[in-house]
Every structure is written in C-alpha cells, then in structure tokens.
C-alpha cells in the first residue's frame, strides 16, 4: 500500500488549522453566544453554515455508496483543484501532470500556486499514453490528472489504462469526474479501497443541474479527506448552497430522467450532424457535449454562429482539436437551432465577406 502521508508538504504536515466555533462545540444546545453572530433571525442563514456540511454529504454517502470521513465538498470542483495542489504540490520544486487536450483548470490552478505543469499528449484517439505518462514523471511530480470522460474530447478513458497508471504512478492521481452520470463506463468511486493514492472527482455543475450554487465533490481516502478539510477555508460551502444540494439530492430520479433525456438528444444530434457535408467528424462521447471537427474553417463557423446568437466553444486551437467545435447538448429546440444554422452555412457557404 502507498504511504501518501510522505508526499504531503511540511508545513501542511505540521499545521494546526482553524479551529471555528462550530468545529469547537457540536452538542445540543439553545443559546449560541459563541460566534458574534446577529441573534436576529434570517432563516436561518444568520448563524454560520455546518463547516464540514455532514447532513450532504450523508446523503451522497449513501448514494455514492462511499463513506461520509471519505468525501470532502469544495466550493466548486476548482476549489478541491486548488486544495489538493496546496497540500501536495511545494511551489517552485514540485510538478504536476497532465494529459493534453484537457480541462484548462489544472494548469490555471498550478499556474497561481507556482507549480510546473508537465504534459503528456493523449494519444490521437484520446487516451493516455501510459508508458509516455510513467517517463515523464519523477519523484517531484505530485498530481497527476485523469480527466474521464475527457473534456474537450467527451470519451471516457479505458478502465484499464486508468488503473495501471494509478497502481504504477508515485503520486496522488486525480480522476475527474465532472461528467461521469452521462457516461456507459464505470466510475473510478468503486476503486477507492483498493488505492490509498486515488482522488474522484465529482460536480454538481453539470448532470445535478446546479452550476450556480458551487458545489463540487472529492472522493479519496479517509488520510487525503482529512488533509483536505483541514486545508480548506473553515465555511467554503455556504448554506443555501448546501441547502440547495440536501433538495436536490432528495430527488435523484429527477436527474436521472433529465440525463437520459439529454443522452438521447446528444444520439439524435450525433445523426443530424453527421449527414452534414460541413462536419467533418463526431468524436465518440460520453458527456452531455460532443467534440465536432469541422470540414472547414472552424474559427469561421463559430463567428458565424455567433452572428446567429449561438455561442459553442471554439477548441480550434487545442491540441489534437485542430477545426473543432465543443458543442453542449441543450433543449430540442436549442440543438434544433444549431442544425438548422449548420445547414444553412452549408448552403450558402460560409466565406468571410471583407
Ligand atoms: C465543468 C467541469 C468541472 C466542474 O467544475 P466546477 O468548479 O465544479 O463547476 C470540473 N472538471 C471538468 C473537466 C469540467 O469540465
């Protein structure tokens, strides 16, 4: 079993965190006279929020199947970024690394802490090269990030690759999940027994539907949760955020619908768009938006759209997305929208006009 206490900083080892009012009392009590609070109520919302939101995080336990000392929720995936890269990751000295074309915030986030970035490119099917992946890696390279199913290219990465490079690779490895509800794979959450050194990744921005409240999820280890939480700000998810995931996550179902809703559609677009002379390719996807390359200028076309008002992302000059359009998966009647501009533009052809 890795020891993934000796990959942890020092200081972060040797640091007492802040201890807040609520941390310090947790019985039963009606007088609170304890953390400057105005008594005058507000729903509520005039006293501090739960520091550790254990009332969520009861409830993804269950649904997730994984234990309440082994999720930690952040302020958004981005938060648990930063978190993880703050406790492992000494600015100047050590690395992370990650697998090109991928979410833009792993850099950004090693970017403002002072960490190097080593990258690996997927290979042109969009998986990662495993043995490029354990070369490239030396002993301060702390993080390494899976992004599966992979954002931009929207396929998942073979269980198998993922699990090799978790059992091979001397470090914490980061699987991120953000859109694992709209994919046919299986989730990373199910290994976490078997590997000390693994961090899952999940959000509510995406499937649950709630990008506006900030919430994301980690999964890992009881050892990495508690560095974690003891590294985080004391009240970094609010109430009426976690108020707003303890309804949501009363109806599961709901969602559940909505997803297969949304992976129909993305079936239906897939068909659409491929019988267009002006897409070139559909990559396979896993996520609620497709990877589309573009039998012409894409830059151009996604001006074109924007004349239109409809905004996709331009990936055109990502690696190994040369000519590529993100394209989310929207309402009916948005998806429509977007068909019907692709066929016009392959009408009347999309030459700029000076
Ligand atoms: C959208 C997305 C997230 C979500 O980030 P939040 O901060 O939770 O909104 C995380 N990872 C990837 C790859 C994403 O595309």
């Avoid at 929207?154 to 690779?169: D, H, Q, T, W």
Wanted: glycine letters at 4%.
């Amino acid at each position: 079993m890795k020891n993934i206490l000796k990959w942890v900083r020092p200081n972060i080892s040797k640091l007492k965190p802040y201890a807040s009012a609520r941390d310090e009392f947790k019985g039963e009590a009606n007088v609170f006279l304890d953390a400057n609070e105005n008594p005058f109520d507000r729903d509520g919302l005039n006293r501090y929020p739960d520091p550790l939101a254990i009332a969520v995080k009861e409830k993804l336990a269950i649904l997730r199947g994984v234990p309440v000392e082994q999720i930690f929720l952040g302020n958004g995936s981005d938060e648990a970024i930063d978190v993880l890269m703050r406790i492992f990751c000494e600015p100047k000295k050590d690395a992370v690394l990650v697998l090109p074309p991928t979410y833009g915030m792993y850099q950004v986030s090693a970017d403002i802490n002072n960490v190097a970035v080593r990258a690996v490119c997927l290979t042109p099917d969009f998986q990662p090269d495993t043995e490029g992946v354990l070369e490239m890696a030396d002993k301060n390279t702390k993080i390494l990030f899976l992004c599966s199913p992979n954002n931009p290219s929207a396929n998942s990465f073979e269980v198998a690759k993922m699990r090799y490079l978790i059992e091979k690779f001397e470090g914490i490895v980061v699987v991120d999940e953000a859109y694992i509800d709209f994919s046919a794979s299986e989730s990373a959450v199910q290994w976490l027994t078997a590997y000390p050194n693994l961090v899952v990744m999940q959000t509510f921005s995406k499937a649950w539907g709630l990008a506006g409240i900030r919430l994301g999820m980690a999964f890992a280890s009881p050892e990495i949760i508690a560095l974690m939480n003891k590294v985080k700000p004391p009240y970094n998810v609010n109430a009426l955020t976690q108020q707003r995931a303890l309804k949501s996550l009363e109806k599961p179902k709901k969602i559940q619908k909505e997803v297969a809703k949304i992976i129909e559609e993305r079936q239906k677009m897939i068909l659409k768009l491929q019988a267009l002379p002006i897409v070139a390719h559909i990559y396979p996807s896993d996520a609620n938006f497709i990877l589309v390359k573009m039998a012409q200028n894409a830059t151009d076309i996604y001006k074109k759209l924007l004349e239109k008002g409809i905004v996709v992302r331009n990936r055109a000059t990502v690696t190994l997305c040369g000519d590529c359009l993100r394209i989310t998966i929207g309402k009916p009647k948005e998806n429509k929208a977007l068909v019907l501009a692709f066929v016009e533009f392959g009408e009347k052809g999309i030459e700029k006009e000076d």
